[in-house]
């Protein structure tokens, strides 16, 4: 969305964001290109935002906030559904058009783990702030396919996934432990299932006691993969906090491969993860366990190894990045792929096309 609010400046136009007060943001460079205004949010006491109690903390004054802005040509939204529905109510009160981002389709999470009561309300939810936009932003044919599904009326703009390639690159300081080691960098759900990797380190490690794994970032099975890490000695594995993009590509950078999976057949399999992507853009080849759709870009691409959701399947992978590194040309390749196909600003420039077109047709609001 950060790329997405330049490309519309950068296009001329006056670009309002509201979001939420990140918990030490003073400390941070302050953007003036666009307008931003925050406004804290109830989080947890990792300072996440989870639940949609938590979410409600933002949607609520959002409400007000929508209403008391002066009238934009087009407004852009992104998950939770909740959101989306706030959205879309004020617009149709205001007469104005708005475009639904789907980065994912959250009841499909859901699903994976929650009551079917609540998938239900999630879907109903999530439908309605879909079927009410004027465009929908999708991040790949997979996601295309579902918001059809869930009722979109209009335009579907299948506008890709991207990253920074200015920030996750092949040039830069990378991360040294003086050890081989894998990483999982990003959010750990259930829905990844990165607990697969957890178990096929510790086949690893009984032929390659020299090799590490690293997880950085955060999420809801964040605990559960600690405790199977408690099987290896102490420093076999790391968890490592959420960080900033630059300190991320550090990590990435000094892997000897990165790790990303997707558990199969819990109704998520059209999910592409943006680790696999900053990993490219950084020159460092993925092991991706999980569905197939995304194990075909792994492959076709030559991004890396794609394999089955299997332990056996992960840990011959793991043996065969850590047994033969990835030598400077390799990585070179991987970036430069990177490069051309998955650059933010490319991903943003599509998007913004669709958004600046939504802004000049009616609402539907039906």
Not at 111 to 123: D, E, G, M, N, S
Not at 182 to 209: H, I, N
Request: net charge neutral; hydrophobic share 50%.
């Amino acid at each position: 969305m950060t790329a997405l609010a330049h490309a519309l400046h950068d296009r001329g136009a006056d670009v309002t964001v509201l979001t939420t007060a990140v918990p030490g943001a003073a400390s941070h460079p302050i953007d003036r290109t666009v307008d931003v205004r925050r406004v804290p949010v109830w989080r947890d006491d990792a300072g996440y935002v989870r639940g949609y109690l938590q979410y409600l903390s933002f949607d609520v004054p959002l409400l007000l906030r929508l209403l008391a802005v002066e009238r934009p040509d087009v407004v852009v939204v992104e998950p939770p559904p909740t959101t989306g529905a706030i959205v879309r109510l004020v617009c149709a009160i205001r007469r104005i058009p708005y475009v639904y981002y789907a980065a994912d389709i959250w009841s499909d999470a859901a699903a994976t783990a929650a009551p079917k009561l609540i998938v239900r309300a999630v879907r109903a939810v999530e439908g309605w702030a879909i079927r009410g936009s004027a465009a929908v932003l999708s991040v790949t044919d997979g996601v295309t396919l579902r918001v059809g599904e869930l009722g979109a009326r209009k335009l579907i703009a299948t506008v890709g996934n991207g990253v920074d390639t200015s920030t996750f690159s092949l040039d830069g300081p990378a991360a040294d432990l003086a050890a081989p080691y894998l990483l999982y960098a990003g959010t750990a759900s259930e829905v990844q299932g990165a607990a697969v990797f957890v178990e096929a380190f510790q086949r690893l490690f009984e032929d390659r006691p020299d090799a590490r794994l690293v997880f950085l970032g955060h999420g809801s099975d964040w605990k559960h993969l600690q405790d199977l890490a408690r099987a290896l000695p102490p420093g076999a594995v790391r968890f490592l906090p959420r960080a900033p993009a630059a300190v991320a590509a550090e990590w990435l950078r000094g892997a000897t491969a990165t790790l990303a999976s997707i558990r199969p057949g819990e109704g998520y399999d059209f999910a592409r993860p943006t680790k696999i992507l900053a990993s490219a853009a950084c020159g460092t080849p993925v092991i991706f366990a999980g569905a197939e759709a995304t194990g075909a870009l792994v492959t076709d691409a030559s991004l890396g190894w794609a394999v089955g959701y299997d332990v056996t399947e992960v840990e011959r992978a793991m043996a065969d990045a850590v047994n033969a590194p990835a030598r400077p040309e390799r990585r070179s390749r991987i970036a430069a792929w990177a490069a051309d196909n998955v650059s933010i600003r490319a991903v943003a420039e599509r998007a913004s096309d669709v958004v600046i077109g939504a802004g000049s047709r009616e609402p539907n609001h039906r």
